[in-house]
DNA sequence: ACTTTAGGTAAATTATATTATATCGATTAT
DNA sequence: ATAATCGATATAATATAATTTACCTAAAGT
């Protein structure tokens, strides 16, 4: 069976994955032995990977990605492959349900694919915008108040200050619990062709 | 080294990985022996690896994704993460003056162009962090108290959940003229080589 | 009944990922 | 100069991923 074409292609992964993990190492400061006890990976694995040389197992792309705190998808470069489209925008202010007030502060259609926005969430109610469309993500900061956010099935209860990073193309919705308003501030990005 | 709990959500991750093959797979109304010749796996790998008892390897991986040419990132849930920022959880950074604390809360210069910060300017005090490196822009919103910045040669005043947007290569400081502690949130963008 | 297909299991084998240890050259610091 | 650190390289040992082959059960079709 002829999977030559495949092979290579599987090596540029690698290579590239190598480059990748090496740039991030090296922003960070970082020996290999350093990284090896953050990991727990074994510092000549480190290099080999680095180098391209090796085909590292899944557990291990984990504990590399894990002691790194970054997402596998940083070491896979899975940012650049991710497909694009730009988000329809309504100028809506007030949600349907008049929960909830969006404010937008910057528009960066102009700029690049960021849009900040402030939100006012009204006490005891909740604002679902549904999901977006692929390639959006949100990070949103409780300025006052409380948040309870939904993302599909999961709860997170935020409190003054925390903050939230989110995949934007999941079914989420945003809840006031308490009785007095919630101000929210989103930032949010949209994928780059 | 205790790296149980670590082990454990490796554990996680390949069953994770597991599942969403395997429905990915059911969803095409593929056999698992259709899926080995698709992807060069046997049939056998694929089975372990759907049922999470498998440790597949980075080439594995990517023949999988690539004979059903799906993102990788689609296989390991990547794009499901959610991360939370808590207000006190964060690595404080202090500037060289002590005027200024700086709270990172999702760190993206690594796999992309965003950082966002929350920054906490003692009363009276300046922070001239200088100018950055070319193409950075900065969104920075008070939320809480008073800020006034200086951009080269003028001075924009801003109070309680007002917004500004400059270019960060421009020479700039952040005053909080104020008597009580100032708090801000910071969006950087960079743009992509 | 019988046959086929799908998926799970088992044993044996091959291939290779991972580690440990040591060495080497280059750089950096003292 | 000398020591120390870093990354590259080599070797050997171990662990385990991956394949092949075979057999098993359950379900669906004929």
Redo the contacts with the bound molecule.
């Keep these: 069976m002829d999977n030559t074409h495949k092979w290579n292609d599987a090596e540029k992964l690698a290579k590239k994955v190598g480059e990748t993990l090496r740039r991030i190492r090296q922003e960070r400061g970082l020996?290999?032995?350093?990284l090896a006890s953050m990991t727990?990976?074994?510092k000549?694995?480190l290099?080999?990977i680095?180098?391209g040389e090796?085909?590292?197992?899944l557990?291990?792309i984990w504990k590399i990605a894990n002691g790194l705190t970054i997402p596998i998808s940083a070491l896979l470069n899975e940012n650049q492959e991710v497909l694009v489209s730009r988000k329809n925008k309504g100028n809506k202010v007030l949600s349907a349900n008049e929960a909830c007030t969006l404010e937008p502060i910057f528009d960066a259609s102009n700029y690049g694919s960021l849009e900040i926005h402030r939100a006012f969430l009204k006490p005891n109610s909740e604002y679902s915008p549904g999901a977006h469309q692929a390639g959006v993500i949100e990070y949103v900061t409780v300025m006052k108040g409380e948040l309870k956010i939904k993302i599909q099935d999961d709860y997170y209860h935020l409190y003054e200050y925390d903050s939230i990073k989110f995949n934007g193309s999941r079914e989420h919705a945003y809840i006031n619990p308490t009785g007095s308003e919630t101000v929210l501030h989103f930032v949010m990005t949209y994928s780059k062709s």
Tied chains: 1, 2.
Excluded at 54 to 57: E, I, L, M, V
């Design positions: 020996s290999l032995q350093e727990d990976v074994s000549l694995t290099g080999n680095e180098r090796a085909n590292p197992s557990s291990v």
